[in-house]
């Protein structure tokens, strides 16, 4: 039995531990904590059958029962946080992004390497039973030779202004699963980027220097050129389809609906929408990341999505701002010489 | 906090004990018992937080903390069950059939009623998010007066003959769903039977008195008329798509997949199959149904399916089988007086 | 040059006459007639480089230079004209139906069997696109042996109530197209028909005596169940689909539209309605069909559709209005008596 | 009556005359002449009710019986021909491109404009059911402001080598219709291009200084981003789909296919391929054309498609080339400006 404990009890961490209780077998959350901790919080843990909860991170980390933390705190905790769970020997499922600098980031790497513990970081878009099975797709080389990866991400609407103000900017808070999503789609690494972006949706993002619309070009090692196109709103919801083009055909990816309902009338011919946001379609790869962490750990494996993983999706987003305020295509090795980034081993 | 008692701890009874412990925020389920009770599906049980596991049904249904039960047995334990547990004061929730025999039928309605608990029938797929969007389509008006009920229910393999010779028949063992769909679907009640079967997947169903493919003429009391199209195998797996076509359109739905996935090679253009029998596409509506029953009992409304619900298949499914025999159609008033049958409410 | 005459020069004596001219490269439409040409149909002919335009149809059918003639003039001339043009030793297409009466049908086949002409039937619908490809599969053996066969068919619009009156019955006007279709997809005959019919779409069409819904239940020879659903009118258009469900998996057709064009918006997913009407969406078969029989006369082989091929149906009608009015399923055997009508070769 | 000749009779000559001759009430094809008419020409212009035959270029623009003509011949004739049928007053329909070189366009268009005739150059994709459908969502503001113009194009087989060679490069021979398409689906001008391109399909394109694949990165002057990517070779077929996503939602077209079958055994399920090439897929769409044409012409409009809309397509073509050379994104201001192209109006 794997012993976990998760660092932060808000929405993704509730998530986590639902999925741990009742869909993994030979794993089970002893505790959990938050700095947040209350009444109602110890409520929920205790119906998941829960026992422990508190605030104290640290003693959660040193818990010497827990194989394992979840780390589902704010952002800029997750990096310090890694690496005290990693000194403390514990693996590691550490929400995304690690950090916003890819500096620190490799700091993680290198302390989880040290401490030899597995890592994995929480793109959980992988997981999704539609990309798992167009990259499975890809694996069996049912279309040969990748030569276009196109992915189509748009929100159902736009982030508050508030929201827009702390979130790093589109590419690095959105587009960041994109990039991801392009390097597990190609099995190859992205060379170079050059992204268009304008604010479409609302010009008031423009005035806070952020975009709400972008399409990005990318060169890949293997040849093939990928395309991600980004809104942060589109009117009909949650636009989330991806299709890998080769030299034996082409894979892609549909919207999931609620329904399989068609209602034919005088209008016309109507089916559903997509499903409203990322925790209606991602649900289930939320427990699939989860199953796949705990897979690894017992069978000592590499997680499915190391700490590299972690790194490379910051460095594009750099790449993309760079190449966007420069009107011109950004290598990721110009990216990776600026930010005093080696190449890194995963 | 309503609490549950839970009769058969088999593949149903699991799913059902998981639905209440995670998906139903003031139901929990107390103790489960079954015959064949072992320290595996004790460990099971432990692992969903219920600590109370044994053999004796009684003493399960006789216990006082208990508001409800979950009738999960075998089917000819169903009846008696029922009206043990009506007399008991608890709430029921009855896997279906609840008989095989009308009589019977009419025998734990009457208990249920005298009792005046909340007694509900398992018949799931009316919570199945497909079917439930085609009923709301319908109820809303969107296709006008219904003309038109098509039910086509598929299943991917035919059973073992050692099942069909003990099934019942398949217009009893697996018809019996599309009759109450047809019912839910129309909102309306089926005043006779016209059935077409043959055994057409495999002769030696024949050799048993059965058949595998059947196509079923239904007339409404509306005036709309239905069609319910059988076979025990699909080669593509299990189909089950329904249309309710009206007066001012039509509502159908699809079958769902693991995936939407398309590939497009110079063999053509290729998606997924549907998923692969009732666990996989029904499981959702389990959960459903439960979440369904304990909201009944919480808000003292009828039940979604009551037990009349649960006679009136079980009366289509003897007019069927007579309709085929005898080469005829059948009026349901005809099969109520042959089976002593008075009008029964709900 | 394979020479033709037309009788009848209305709108379907037109299509056929622009098919020949356009579409045959070794024939040619020499001359029309019609009982009631005038100058603008003599300018339309024109057009098409017919520079031969009548009233006389003796005339045209005893043009010595004429190799076939095609019959598009009103039905009730169908039987005399087809067996006067099979006397003067012409090949002959007739449009559907060939007589309402079984006995004068024999008369036609017997007529064209004496003479040795080739002679074939205006069910187009064998040529549509979809239907050929279905058809197709089904010839190859990809669904193995048919289990079912389903035929959808609405229109779009119920006709007028004086047309209704003259029609000579829904089942004779409407279902005939079905009743071919369901002969053609089986590649088997019908033994048994079960009708189960009502004026649904408009109460005073049963006043006429008439019904605009029905469900007709079939029985083949090789042990397939039919079904064929129609109405009068589909809020949503021409709805024409088919589907074969057989040992080794099911082939199906949707309906066609007018573009592939794909609407999102915040009401929902929307596309195009089926195309209007039975000129739009099987205009490419009108061609087609002719093409055939052009073929037929010059390789000397059997037309696609024979003689007996136009009986059938019109006996499959009577067979389905005598089940409806004695509420029974009727054999084909029963009509066949009835009418007195042998067994008739193709 | 207008009075039509034709210069050239290969493919696109034939179906051009077909397309007057049977879909075109109020025109007629007077005589055609092709540098190497023959007797096999002669006859097929016979049966489409073309008299006259020569080999005489001039003698045909010369004939004062001409309203218009259609310039089918080879590219390289296109300025000279229109110029001098502009001389002579006829009304011209000029096979695309006009020429390779923009300046030569330029005086085309200023020779026209003198002439005052009227001039449309055969972008067909225009008229095409699909592609006019989304335009016209996008024209009636179903879907808001444009905020992304995405065009798919892919052939199904990559043209032989020898082709290559004098073909102008992809970008010039393939891509160009998709610039024309990104102007006519959003309804704006193209201010920048960034093109990515590379051979993928075939290593040896590339030894010939051209590409097979490409991504085309576009910026409009309504702020839209566009997006084109391009394949030689398709191995499922003849893929040709768009979409125009904006404010409120968003429109796409998919491909065409031969028919509606979908087959579904235990492979899966699978539907057909797009139809095979462009003369399956745009047939309708060349008749369209001409129908336009024609239409202008009558109620003195202009053209659909004007000799800017053949100017504008070469200069981003020769954008798109430059920036794939200079790896950075060029506007279409420097292009013109290296073309010494002032800006001209329609």
Known sequence: ???????????????????????????????????????????????????????????LIQDPRLDAVLICSSTHTHAALSMEAAKAGKHIFCEKPIDPDPKRIVEVITAVKQAGVH????????????????????????????????????DPEAPSLDYVKVSGGMLMDMTIHDFDMVRYLSGSEVTEVYAAGAALVNPRIQELGDIDSAQITLRFENGAIGCISNSRRAAYGYDQRAEVFGSKGSAATQNDTASTLILSDEQGIQSEKPLYFFLERYMQSFAEEIISFTRAIRENKPTAVGGVDGLIPVLMAKAAAKSMHEH????????????GIEDVES
């Open 1 to 59: 039995m794997l012993n976990i404990g998760i660092i932060g009890f808000g929405r993704i961490g509730k998530v986590h531990a639902r999925s741990i209780q009742t869909r993994v077998e030979d794993a089970c959350v002893l505790r959990v904590c938050d700095p947040f901790m209350n009444p109602e919080m110890e409520a929920e843990a205790r119906k998941l059958g829960i026992m422990e909860c508190g605030r104290d991170t640290q003693e």
């Open 328 to 339: 011109r295509p950004v290598t990721m090795a110009e990216i990776k010489q600026e930010e």
């Open 119 to 154: 890592f994995q970081v929480g793109f959980n878009r992988r997981f999704d039973h539609n990309f798992k099975a167009l990259r499975q797709a890809v694996e069996q080389g049912r279309i040969g030779d990748p030569h276009f990866i196109t992915v189509v991400s748009r």
